[in-house]
């Protein structure tokens, strides 16, 4: 996984923000460059101008977004496309931001955008200089969070749900603050990434497809991939994040498959537990084993058929 705080816009954020929108397109000028190692699923936040303090004039994270799909195309047809998920009220704003935001006097044929959801913002900003962190003066548009830090993107989550979810934008949304939810996945995705060797043959893969994604198609609440796979995955449940590990026990080596689902649920276990999480890990099989039951049961770890999960 990579979280990536983007240098931003500071009339985008604040409209999205006025509007309490939870999904935004988020552009930007490096043509079809995408991010290295970035995938749907990971955090994008918001290092945003015009919160700069002190004598070094540092930005601060204003809030932060989940990447889900890419767009590419011409300022005309990305707004036809998206309109106001771009950040501004009207077309004619939108190209005034983007002159006012491009650094050479060209106008950009094409911009390349990231389609996010799950968009949140802080009650204020958090400097990364208080999780001690610094900037380079020389970045302009982006650093990866946690190319030093594995936990940076976590502190930072922490420190947001100690400040408080930005109350205009919640208001105007509806919606429940989740930065708990969302400091539980980024714990999780760092522990897949680690740890997980992805043991799995090519036909438990599609065995684990046809049972996985027809249970997130139908789901009415949030969901998802670890970011970066297509195995485990997780759900918004009663306003709480809930995490599942697929398990393919209709196959003749089901007990290696056991065994793996086992470990990676322990591993994940002990990945939210060190940051003092109850977060819930679930194994989910594919058919009825008692043997796989009684095992997990002596193990006390949580299980089910996909039949009670459906």
């Known amino acids: 996984m990579a979280s990536i705080a983007y240098i931003t816009n ?24 995408k991010f290295q190692n970035f995938h749907h699923g990971d955090y994008l936040f918001f290092l945003t101008k015009g919160t700069e303090k002190g004598k070094e004039k540092e930005k601060g994270i204003v809030g932060y977004g989940r990447y889900v799909n890419d767009a590419y195309g011409s300022v005309k047809n990305i707004w ?12 004619e704003q939108f190209v005034q931001g983007i ?7 060209a106008f950009p044929k094409q911009i390349y955008c990231l389609l996010l959801d799950h968009v949140m913002f802080f009650q204020e900003p958090i400097y990364l200089s208080e999780l001690e962190k610094e900037i380079s003066k020389q970045v302009e548009s982006y650093i990866y969070l946690d190319h030093k830090d594995s936990d940076l993107s976590w502190k930072i989550l922490k420190k947001g749900a100690e ?27 760092c522990a897949h990434e680690q740890y997980d060797e992805d043991l799995y043959t090519n036909y438990e893969k599609k065995k684990i497809s046809a049972m ?24 918004l449940e009663q306003k709480q994040v809930y995490f599942y590990i697929p398990c393919v026990l209709s196959i003749q080596a089901w007990k290696r498959s056991l065994l793996y689902a086992i470990a990676k649920s322990e591993i994940y276990q002990a990945a939210l537990e060190a940051k003092g999480s109850s977060a819930n890990i679930t194994v989910i099989f594919d058919i009825e084993n008692e043997s796989a039951k009684q095992l997990c049961e002596q193990l006390h770890i949580t299980y089910r058929t996909i039949e009670e999960k459906q």
């Open 10 to 33: 500071h009339d985008m954020i604040e409209y999205h923000r006025l509007h309490g929108n939870s999904e935004m397109v988020f552009w930007r000028f490096s043509g079809k460059r």
């Open 80 to 91: 036809k496309r998206y309109g106001t998920q771009c950040g501004f009220g009207s077309e």
């Open 99 to 105: 002159q006012k935001y491009q650094k050479s006097h």
């Open 163 to 189: 400040v408080g979810v930005d109350l205009w934008s919640t208001y105007v949304e509806r919606r429940e603050a989740t930065i708990q939810n969302d400091a539980d996945i980024i714990t999780i995705q």
């Open 212 to 235: 996985v994604k027809p249970l997130l198609k139908q789901q009415q609440t949030d969901c998802g991939f670890l970011a970066g796979g297509e195995n485990d995955f997780w759900m």
